[in-house]
């Protein structure tokens, strides 16, 4: 019988192998692929192309994995239709676990053939005998047959030629042996209660989406927690989507707290050992929980029962390079696919998200209170065009004097604060002061940014890194280079100098490379050894600090300027989750947020805690923008390192760009980083009404240019990133 194979590379068609046994549709197989071997999944059951019957291959081996099931094989067709990506690359985010296919070679073990001593013209003796009988109980390695039997390695090769023995590998994937999990209850608030119950009640029904709305601190995570436990007691799996740098050892101890066991992690920081392990615990229906960062989603679990976004409006829910996609709005095809519910969790729902609430496509459950009666912080916004920052022994000062006092008032108290800056390193660009040249990234249009604690200049879209020059490039002035602006370090070298005596952490990606680091300053932040932390975004996400009472943002405008859709939006959100921070445990909280534009309604709306006049603005403007989610957006990055060529593709998609009533095109245009690691970019944006398929606009679009290789085009639907 002849296949077709859908294989995990940049294809859209499967590639046809023979095989004598009749396969089912999603089993897995290996096949020959040039001089090597691929694993692949068995697509369709004709063959996908008039190849000639005896010029196709044999597939290998199929693994004795049940085979993917329908609804997975939908989701990749509907991943790949809708995000116009390749079908092969969707099906690799599902079975890209190499040791689970390619296993480290073990050790031979050894098993009987069938064939007698005297087939093979062999002697008898006691020491084959031996072995021959040992042999008869299952399959050794050398050394386990050598011990049992009595003999030496050369007695065993002689009968391995001979043919009375044959080898075989055996994997090392081993099954992790699972415990059962208990679930141990807490009294939920009566918010809590009604909500848990509500979802509770719509298990059953098959598919749903329930927004959990609830005020930063108001215990969101013990409402899913208490229906993903119903889903457990039916044997089904639950999936928890998270913001890969929430899985810190904080909220696994409280899963484990409430569980009384670990889930299954998955996330970029696993070894492929860890992968495979933990992707065949999925597939045999094993994990019974896996909480995981956006590719979890491609998981083939056997039995899944719910789905949990956690922080769904968080932006990195978007994928942006291999594969373009909505982990949340594909969270949500896929509990379409498999009939089960999807629970979103936020305080900050993005406008998408409340706009199908309005429509009657989701349903939502609220919590209005902080857990224990804690309160909201109150919010002051400082002036700094009239609370001006005054200058120190240490240089220029990026704090007003009223955040200082602030902090001070805090500091005697013997409480803890926190600065948010949302930039890496010590500041973002260096100048000289001599003949004005400022350090450019040799591989993009971006400043360097100066590393004070590496010593390094950095680039933050590339990841290009030199040693920080003693003169200046340019002019060779010794000592005209000057750092420009501030990042987190150079806020915590101001806080230190102010308060000498202050315990000061920095908390960016640089100071914790991995999940562990940032565990331990949690846990350091937690037991009250720091006194004033000083962080990026990393600082927003759902960590509980119960001895913070101070939030002072540093600089609101800075995400403000962004020209992207969602610029304010994410400014509402990402202000609202670092403010949240303060004052969830007995104290009470401060928030002081540091604007030049202290009338903009995003920092009017969250002084006033007035979450629906922000909302109610923001729908009208993307109302009359006709932007989503009112309308749909699709871009274009056109880039190569031939910036002519780039350039050219460019104009030919502009001159045959769709424009009409309900599309209208905008670009190209270069893009705002001109070059990215090398490459020349420019951007096109399509905009259509709702109802039109843009995707079958874009494809009837592309189909009409003839792309050189040197030159990619890249399709971003519902972009959120417009760099
Ligand atoms: P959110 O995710 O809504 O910001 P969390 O779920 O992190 O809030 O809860 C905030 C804190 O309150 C956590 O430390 C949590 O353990 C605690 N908490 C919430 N609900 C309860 C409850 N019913 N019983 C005991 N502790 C709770
Ligand atoms: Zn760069
Ligand atoms: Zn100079």
Redesign the pocket.
Known sequence: MIFGVLLPLPFDEPFDYSCDENLPLGTIVCVPWGKTQITGVVWSHTPSSDCPQEKIKKIIKTYNFPPLSKEIIELIKFVAKYNMAPLGMVLKMVISVKQVFNPEPTENYYLLTGKTLAEAKLKNSDTRWHIIDLLKHGSYTKKEICQGAGCGPSAIDTLLKAGVLKTETKTVNKEIPIKKAEFVP????DE?KIAAEHIITKINSGFSVTLID?????????VYFEVANEILAQNRQVLILVPEISLTTQWLE?FEQRFGIKPACWHSNLSEKERANTWISIINGKAQVVVGARSALFLPYKNLGLIVVDESHDHSFKQEDFVNYQCRDMAVVRAKLEKIPLIL?T?TPDLETIVNIEKGKYDKVC?TK???GAVLPTVKIIDIKKDKPQKGSWGPSWLSPTLVKAIENNLEKGEQSMLFLNRRGYAPLMICRDCGHKIQCPHCTSWLAEHKSSGRLICHHCGYMMNRPKTCPDCHSEDGLTACGPGVERIAEEVSCRFPNARVKILSSDTTANLQDLSSAFAQIEEGKIDIIVGTQILAK?H?F?ELTLVGIVDADLSLMGSDLRASEQTYQLLSQVS?RAG?GKKSGEVYIQTLNPQNLVLQSLLNNNRQQFLELEKQTRKMLIMPPYGKLAALIVSSESQSKASQIASALGQTAPNNQYITTLGPAPAPIFMLRNKYRFRLLLKTTRDINIQNILKIWLDKINIPKQVRVEVDIDPYSFM
Do not use: M
């Open positions: 807490i009294k939920l608030t809590q609830g005020v930063t601190g108001s215990g969101k995570t013990e409280r969790s305080a919590l902080r857990f224990a759902g509980h119960p949240g969830r």
